[in-house]
């Protein structure tokens, strides 16, 4: 199939979805409304086939960024500048698929399926302002679930979980031998502690029991009121961990650069991925994705008040900030292993603030 053709597909898939999309917003209060839902999903693997080979053939390695471990991207707090600000090709791994999965009728948690359902519309309404305002800019893909990752990232994530703890576990013996998170922070290696992350902006001098407490406070789960505070720190962990095996897989499968916003998943991905050994691909793909999450936390979302979304893009992308950033660094020899956050910093800020004086110079002789 020809690049052309490929295209063409893609954008056939766009409108589509968008169609799909607005009929499930408008009848997802109706009594079919879980029929209406399943018909994103009946969608997705229905061009599954075409998807993969979109990603396979039609983009060149790495050039591209997947927004992704996110419940929405938010075009309406801006989040779509300083995404399209890196690379050449932008993605959004497109979550609904996942949610519907995770939906189980009110029978393990109602408050957890209330809280899907609730996210789903939030999405849904999100991806049709996404196909409307970046159409051709910014593509929604499943890039997650159109891989076959799942069972090797399962299997990473199990390891890496019980790997933790001092004495060797499965899941059987976890069960039988922990019951509490007192139990449970007896049980790790020391040092490890320090290194386990429940929720973004948590206050990492507090200890095991008083984070776990805030994440049970703060987090609605698909669990029934029955399981253990040892299994739900279990099912937590092994989720991030399971996320962070997936999105690396992903990535470097089809050969793009992950673009992380939540901090969790962010610190869980770079420290799994000093798990892949000395890969100058893992290790080139991981440089590029530091890059954009400290570029995304330092876009200053008021340098592009009542800019036009595609004048915003041309410019950006004639601009190249990615290979300034990527110069720079390589020219003062910094690396994966050698980065000081100050230094990564400063470089970011530096050709954020050189292409909006640019930006803002043109639009003034215009």
Known sequence: MSNNMLVDELYRIQIEYKRILENALKNIYQKDSSAIIDEIGVFWEHNKKIVQCILRY????????????????????????????????????????????????GEVNKDF?????????????????????????????????????????????????????????????????FKTITDVKKGLSAGIEKNI???????????????FRNYKERTILPLSSNYTDAEIFQFGVYSYLLQAFDT???CIEHKIVPYIRYEVAFKYIVRISGNFGDNEELSDMMLRCIV???????????????????????AVQSYDIENKILGNLKQRNINLTSMSLDDLTTIINNALEGFFTSFHDERIKL
């Open 113 to 177: 399926d209330e809280q899907m359902r609730r996210q789903i519309i939030s999405t849904i309404e999100d991806n049709i302002k996404i196909i409307d305002q970046a159409l051709g800019l910014i593509y929604i893909l499943p890039i997650r679930i159109i891989t076959e990752a799942g069972q090797l990232a399962n299997k990473a994530a199990n390891q890496a979980f019980f790997s933790m703890f001092k004495d060797e576990l499965d899941i059987i013996t976890y069960k039988k031998n």
């Open 292 to 314: 954009a999450h400290f570029l995304h936390h330092n876009f200053e979302k008021q340098n592009v008040n009542g800019v036009d979304f595609r004048e915003y893009y041309k």
């Open 197 to 211: 992350i429940l929720l973004d902006g948590e206050d990492p001098t507090l200890d095991l029991e008083s984070r």
């Open 58 to 105: 039609l983009f060149p390695a790495y050039e591209g960024y997947v927004f992704t471990s996110a419940t929405i991207l938010d075009l309406d707090d801006s989040e779509h500048y300083p995404f399209v600000s890196l690379g050449k090709f932008h993605f959004w791994d497109d979550p609904i698929y996942r949610y519907i999965t995770l939906i189980g009728n």
């Open 248 to 250: 690396i897989l992903i």
